[in-house]
């Protein structure tokens, strides 16, 4: 037996929270360096579009012209001081950026991020993501509340509401995806959508999909949605008294909360880690290694969903609030609604991922 099989066997033969608390280490290192990344490749992506180069004066160890400035972002940003408002609400002022930032990161532990394993696999996943997923709320709320400060407040309350109605279009779009697989686990989810791309519930669903999508981006108050931080407005939004690595928390909550939103699009409505060429003839790569499920399936699903979060910011200009405020309820409300009638009628008739 080889050195390899033995490491290999002795890992298997570990407890089981041995391997959740290994993955959960693994997974969160992954997910602070790939958001601390999503900044650069944001402001390359922009400059692009722009016929700009980008960042290209930190390089690591001598070479990839730009690839150190996350890491001299975050030293600037740590060396910084942290100015707390003397009339401030010290506990909360300086509770609001975790309560920001640590449900995007807890949230993962439901996610199926290889095929048929999560770090826990629970039945209420949909649940516990949904529910994880609304409390950065409560930290925009607290950090504007905690600053007492008229503008900090302002900006707090237009994000709060936002965030609110767009968290019921959501909540609704899931419910059609609910109907479908009918389960709120979500490698049961993945699962249900075997049989290539058009069995996905992107085909059926199209358009709480869309719902979800933007949904998600106004959720994290990216452009066109970014009315909390018009500068024009209200300065900064509700992080206007924060500063060092306080405000980092928070701009990293939201490229965090980008990732996350686009890695539950991709398990909810593009098959998670399966392949496109899953379930096809063979003669169209049904039978051949790209039709076996992978990691690597969801993370070019993510990253293509996430290069449209970049996208949008680089072309669209910014919504006025009441503008904000009709799309959600006006709008993508009353879509939700409707497509679930829908469903209704499809399930009713077998039609669709219902016609077995």
Known sequence: MSALQQAWNSWMALPPYVHST?????????????????????????????????????????????????????????????????????????????????PAFATWAVVPIWPNYA????????????????????????????????????????????MVAYEIAMGFALVGVLMVAGSLNLGTIVTHQHGGVASWNWFWLFPLMCVYFISGVAETNRAPFDVAEGESEIVAGFHVEYSGIAFALFFLAE?????????????????????????????????????????????LKMFLLLFLFLWFRATFPRYRYDQIMRLGWKALIPVTLIWIAVEMLMVVFHVGPWKS
Do not use: C
């Open 119 to 162: 770090i826990a696999n629970v039945d209420a996943g949909l649940l516990y993501a949904l529910s994880l997923s609304s409390m950065g709320v409560y930290g925009v709320i607290l950090a504007g509340w905690a600053s007492n400060s008229k503008y900090a407040f302002l900006g707090a309350m237009r994000s709060a509401a936002q």
């Open 22 to 102: 290994a993955v959960t280490v693994l997974v969160t290192v992954i997910l602070i360096l790939s958001v601390a990344y999503t900044t650069l490749w944001e402001r390359k992506v922009i400059g692009w579009m722009q016929l700009r180069i980008g960042p290209n004066r930190v390089k690591i160890f001598g070479l990839l012209p730009g690839m150190g400035q996350p890491f001299a972002d975050v030293i600037k940003l740590l060396i910084k001081e942290v100015v707390i408002p003397a009339k401030s609400n010290k506990i909360l002022f300086r509770l609001a950026p975790a309560i920001t930032l640590i």
């Open 255 to 299: 490229y965090a909360n980008m990732i996350l939103i686009v890695g539950l699009t991709a398990v909810f409505f593009f098959g998670g880690w399966l392949s496109p060429f899953d379930g096809y003839p063979s003669w169209l790569g049904g039978s051949s290694i790209l039709a076996q499920p992978s990691t690597g399936w969801l993370l």
